[in-house]
C-alpha cells in the first residue's frame, strides 16, 4: 500500500469521525472565505468547515493525483485546542485527535 492510499484510507476515517460527532454537517463557506492568510483560515471559517472544506479537499486532491505532499503536517494540537475551547466531550476529542494525528504522521513522514 502506498502512501497516499494509507492517506486516503485515514482521510475517510477523518470524515467518518467528523460525522459521528456532528461536526461534518454544516454550511459551505462564502467563496472569499478561501482567500484567507491566517492559519487554518481562523479569521474566516471555523476549524471544523476548514478541515472539511480546506484540509481534507486539499489532501485528496494530492491523493487522486498521487502528488507530491507536504513536508510537513501538525493540525492536531489547534484541532485539540478548538475542541477543548468549545467543550467537545472527552471521547470525541479524543477520536477526533486520534484521526488528525494519523494524517499528520503519514504527511510529515513520507
Known amino acids: 500500500m502506498t502512501v497516499h492510499?494509507?492517506?486516503d484510507t485515514s482521510l475517510r476515517r477523518l470524515e467518518a469521525t467528523m460525522k459521528a460527532v456532528n461536526l461534518?454537517?454544516?454550511?459551505?463557506?462564502e467563496p472569499g472565505a478561501f482567500d484567507s492568510q491566517e492559519p487554518f483560515c481562523v479569521d474566516t471559517m471555523t476549524l471544523p468547515q476548514w478541515l472539511r472544506f480546506v484540509f481534507i479537499a486539499r489532501?485528496?486532491?494530492?491523493v487522486e493525483r498521487r502528488a507530491p505532499l507536504p513536508a510537513r503536517c501538525?493540525?492536531?494540537p489547534?484541532?485539540?485546542?478548538?475542541l477543548t475551547q468549545e467543550g467537545v466531550r472527552a471521547g470525541d476529542r479524543l477520536l477526533l485527535r486520534q484521526a488528525v494525528e494519523e494524517v499528520d504522521?503519514?504527511?510529515t513522514e513520507n
Open 5 to 7: 492510499d494509507e492517506l
Open 78 to 82: 489547534a484541532l485539540e485546542a478548538y
Open 59 to 62: 489532501l485528496d486532491a494530492l
Open 105 to 107: 504522521r503519514l504527511v
Open 74 to 76: 501538525d493540525v492536531a
Open 24 to 29: 461534518w454537517r454544516m454550511d459551505t463557506p
